[in-house]
């Protein structure tokens, strides 16, 4: 495995219109492989999985129809550690990266633990950013997407 930035190209259809669009994501941050695309209509959202969480492309698309979509290609970069799990400092504790999609700014529990356990040494989350989180894992936990 490997990391790298993922360029996707999205085929699409408005609704009720005639003609297809096109268009080409780049993801800016470097995600670990493997990777897959593709669209969740319970969010109405375009989204890029990688080893580790999923990354929205593009969200709004309950009046568009998704025609293709295909990995164009990967390009090599510096920004992950392939096959790491990684930790965030939240609330006091740390936290896998992919509970709360989150950056992993620790390599190790260990790391992650000893910074945690005296403040995060400046890389905890806000309160406001782990507030964000937390109405945002519950506004998913409450949504039926059957």
């Known amino acids: 495995m490997a990391c790298f930035q993922v360029i996707v190209e999205i085929e699409y259809q408005q609704k009720g219109a ?20 593709g669209l969740e ?15 929205a ?20 970069c510096t920004g992950c550690v392939p096959g790491v799990q990684l930790y965030d400092c939240i609330n006091g504790a740390c936290t896998a990266r992919e509970e709360y999609n989150t950056p992993g700014l620790y390599e190790t529990i260990e790391e992650c633990e000893v910074a945690c356990g005296v403040g995060c040494s400046g890389k905890c989350l806000s309160n406001s950013d782990w507030a964000t989180i937390q109405d945002l894992a519950k506004k998913l936990k409450n949504q039926n997407c059957n």
Do not use: M
Request: net charge negative; with cysteine; aromatic share 14%.
């Open 18 to 37: 005639i003609g297809d669009n096109v268009f080409i994501q780049p993801i800016s941050s470097c995600r670990d492989s493997p990777f897959s695309i």
């Open 57 to 76: 492309l593009e969200t709004n698309w309950a009046n568009f129809d998704l025609i293709s979509s295909r990995i164009v290609s990967l390009h090599p």
């Open 41 to 55: 209509r319970c969010e109405d959202a375009f989204y890029l999985y990688f080893n580790g969480g999923k990354e």
